[in-house]
């Protein structure tokens, strides 16, 4: 399945999903919500290994919901984001020898549930704060690239830790959350969040397990072979190794943590259609 093929496939989710928003508006219209969102990305993994709230880039979204009650709702979210790492900014020696980089930008649908503390929305009631709780499922799109010789370079196209075949550049996503909520009226909701994403990829910075042995990219690959080998080991760019790669084929190159992680801390305002009909239990 080709990226082109996945990107039309969420257009046509969001799109069903924003029909049915509307259907539903009809019918329960006090159940409805779309809303936006804004704030900074984080990542966790092999430029990031222990700091979970490290932001590396921004992040904007939207969503679509409905609320099946006061307390809980189900939706479709779309979020754009971008993260990216430098071991050149590392305060770790070993990192800084690494001297790898990378920026990817984060395509995001996920179908998340969310869950109230405080009934804020039954008529009558006079809360108006409530934290509350959200995890779903979904899938992202990424394409790590670096800068080599003042060109942009996307990194899976040149297989740097040789592997039998290129990762692929989407994956499954486990989001999950907090995140607090301020009625300011009966339509309109502000709100604040962090979200984790657990995926199932290694490779959102194209880094994961060993430097390869050169036998491992063959002239049948479409990539060149020599680029291959210099963006897999970028130590020899160092002024500090006399041209030299510093690391040889079986030497460590990621954390071999089989999985990569990204946050987003957003801020954002949501628009509830409100109709004389009160949830029904």
Known sequence: MT????????????????????????????????????????????????????????????????????????????????????????????????????????????????????????????????????????????EPTTIRLEDKIKLREYNTEGLPKQYRNYAMTIPYGAGVKYKKNENITLFAQIGYRTTFTDYLDDVSGKYPDPSQWNSTNSFNVGISQELSDRSRELPTSGGSYLYRPGDQRGDFRKRDTYVFVNIGISYTFVSPKCFTF
């Open 3 to 142: 990226p082109g093929t996945i990107k039309m496939q969420y257009k046509k989710i969001i799109l069903s999903f924003f029909i049915l928003i509307s259907a539903q508006k009809f019918i329960y219209a006090q159940r409805a919500e779309i809303g936006v969102n804004m704030g900074g990305t984080g990542y966790i993994g092999e430029f990031n290994q222990f700091n979970p709230v490290k932001i590396s880039g921004v992040n904007a979204g939207i969503f679509a919901k409905i609320n099946i009650d006061p307390y809980w709702g189900v939706g479709i979210h779309y979020n754009y984001g971008k993260i990216k790492g430098d071991d050149a900014r590392s305060n770790n020696d070993e990192l800084r020898n690494r001297n790898l980089n990378f920026k990817t930008s984060l395509n995001e649908i996920a179908f998340i549930g969310s869950l109230n503390f405080f009934d804020m929305y039954s008529p009558g009631s006079r809360k108006r704060f409530s934290p509350y709780l959200f995890a779903g499922v979904g899938g992202v799109i990424f």
